[in-house]
């Protein structure tokens, strides 16, 4: 069992391993994010209330689970990385974080976006939205501290030590945002509980968000490989992968 | 139990030499809640409206100034590295300096906040709450604050990022600490905000130490 | 299908500007995301090819 996850943190065979699941997950980003987006766009039914606006939440809502799923795994790719000393963990915490933010400036856009048609306003102070903004904020925090540092070995833990920081803080900050604002509606859709929404309005969403799901693993397993080649330039593998050819240890390389 | 003593007593002593520094927070408090009656208005209906909010977020931000230079001193002169090599739990010698930082910082602020009160027309029945809100939250602030501070301790010019990262952290404190002051005017809650108030500092308590020490340990050895 | 027409699925009853901006940016950083990717694997491969044909063009000569 520990011999399988320090082989798995091996960039050797990390490299080559992500090299074979990569496509698949390509693959089923693409089909599922298309299949999601024309279902949600044309053939669901338009909302008794918002009309067709509701249509965002197409965008709004798998990339705010996103969002804050990105950030827990950036925390225990960080744990991971802190208690284990796997190298591959922390290069796959260092790519997971500007998607991570991405996507939740995806979901405040696009939550902002809708709140003009519904609420007739461009920003509205209620939860989901303030949440989201404290949480881009956080990102940006483990962004900006990882940068600061000139050790790489520095930078990755610090950025780790935050990351884990601010997991703990998030339902912290969530609870108490909610408590705060009351506007927004009631979550539609949870993995626990039935959806409020007819299914023919929350199949397209589960589809669009398995399909999100699969393009942060295919995303994140194209950036962690090159995080690997940049880190592990220097190893002989590496440079026999770049050149094809094998290289001949010359006599006085150091071992 | 005699080192953090120690560091406790020394750190005091240190700090209580440069006056300067334990006053130029609460100076900092007092400008802040003045720029805002001379920017929005000096109505005092409308200042009582916004009086809760203003003292905590002026007074937060004094504690966040005051965190630069928590372990600066230390980290510039070596005697960071020293405590790193002690014997005693980095964590416990750590809750010893940021127990020393609240004291004479977290306190005072909040010990004067009911002044600043006054000129904000602040609604009678609730300026013990505010102090005693302030001095339960800045603790927490205090606590968390010190972890931004260990980890940017090390860096140029940390002190910017230290705000970047610790100002999400203190929201839900924030979110408690003004909403109990609020309950305090309106009359109901203020148990359950100080509660929470208090639970948070206990997390923190709990918490904190450990991530303070982790990171003191990576800013020397960076 | 929820709409009658073509023109009437691009107008999405009014709230075109709302719908299309929201997806449209979506759209826009996640194919930016990948282009970003791609290019990032490129110039690294280049890089290091690079690097490997000075270094095996330098060996055998003293350092």
Do not use: C
């Not at chain 1, 705010?64 to 000393?85: E, H, N, R, T």
């Not at chain 2, 630069?68 to 790193?84: A, H, I, K, N, P």
Request: proline share 5%.
């Amino acid at each position: 069992m520990w011999a399988f996850i320090h082989k798995l943190g091996s960039p050797k065979w990390f490299y080559g391993i992500s090299a074979k699941l990569q496509p698949w997950f390509w693959a089923a980003a693409g089909l599922l994010i298309i299949t999601g987006s024309l279902w949600g766009l044309a053939f669901a039914p338009a909302d008794y209330q918002q009309g067709n606006s509701f249509r965002i939440i197409y965008v709004h809502v798998p990339a705010a689970f996103l969002a804050q799923s990105i950030f827990i795994a950036m925390a225990v790719s960080g744990l991971v990385f802190m208690v284990w000393k796997i190298k591959v963990a922390d290069m796959a915490a260092a790519v997971m974080a500007p998607l991570g933010a991405a996507m939740t400036f995806v979901a405040l856009f696009s939550g902002a976006v809708w709140g003009v048609p519904t609420w007739g306003t461009w920003w509205m102070w209620d939860a989901r939205l303030t949440s989201m903004l404290i949480l881009l904020f956080l990102y940006l925090g483990v962004i900006a501290l990882r940068g600061a540092f000139t050790s790489r070995d520095s930078a990755s833990r610090a950025a780790s030590v935050l990351a884990m920081v601010g997991v703990i803080n998030i339902p912290i900050i969530k609870y108490s945002v909610d408590w705060w604002y009351t506007l927004h509606q009631p979550a539609s859709f949870t993995l626990t509980s039935r959806p409020a929404m007819p299914t023919e309005m929350w199949l397209p969403l589960v589809i669009m968000v398995l399909g999100f799901y699969s393009f942060f693993i295919a995303l994140t397993l194209m950036r962690t490989r090159s995080e690997i080649l940049r880190r592990e330039a220097n190893k002989h593998w590496v440079q026999e992968l770049v050149t094809g050819q094998a290289v001949k240890a010359p006599a006085e390389e150091a071992r | 139990m005699l080192a953090v003593k120690a560091t406790l007593v020394r750190d005091l002593t240190l700090l209580l030499r440069r006056r300067g520094e334990v006053l130029n927070p609460l100076v900092f408090f007092a400008l802040v809640i003045t720029l805002f009656p001379i920017a929005i208005s000096p109505d005092p209906e409308l200042l009582a409206v916004i009086a809760p909010g203003l003292l905590w977020v002026a007074a937060l931000l004094a504690a966040l100034l005051s965190l630069d230079s928590l372990f600066r001193s230390d980290y510039d002169d070596g005697s960071l590295e020293q405590l790193l090599l002690a014997p005693q739990p980095l964590a416990a010698l750590s809750l010893a300096k940021v127990a020393v930082h609240w004291l004479l910082t977290g306190l005072p602020l909040a010990l004067m906040a009911p002044l600043l009160g006054i000129m904000l027309a602040l609604p009678a029945g609730s300026y013990a709450v505010l102090a005693l809100s302030l001095a339960l939250g800045t603790a927490s602030l205090s606590l968390i604050g010190a972890i931004g501070a260990a980890l940017t301790v090390g860096l140029a010019r940390g002190g910017v990022l230290l705000s970047l990262l610790v100002l999400p952290l203190y929201i839900p404190v924030l979110i408690f600490g003004a909403g109990a002051v609020q309950a305090a005017i309106f009359g109901e809650g203020v148990l359950a905000h100080l509660a929470i108030l208090g639970a948070l500092l206990a997390a923190s308590l709990m918490l904190a130490p450990w991530a303070i020490a982790a990171s003191l340990r990576i800013s020397i050895n960076g | 299908m929820a709409f009658d027409s073509f023109s009437e699925f691009l107008a999405m009853g009014g709230h075109a500007p709302y719908v299309w901006s929201a997806w449209g940016v979506t759209a826009l950083l996640l194919l930016a995301t990948v282009w970003h990717a791609r290019v990032e694997q490129r110039q690294l491969l280049k890089g290091l090819k690079r690097r490997a044909r000075r270094q095996n063009s330098t060996r055998g000569t003293a350092q």
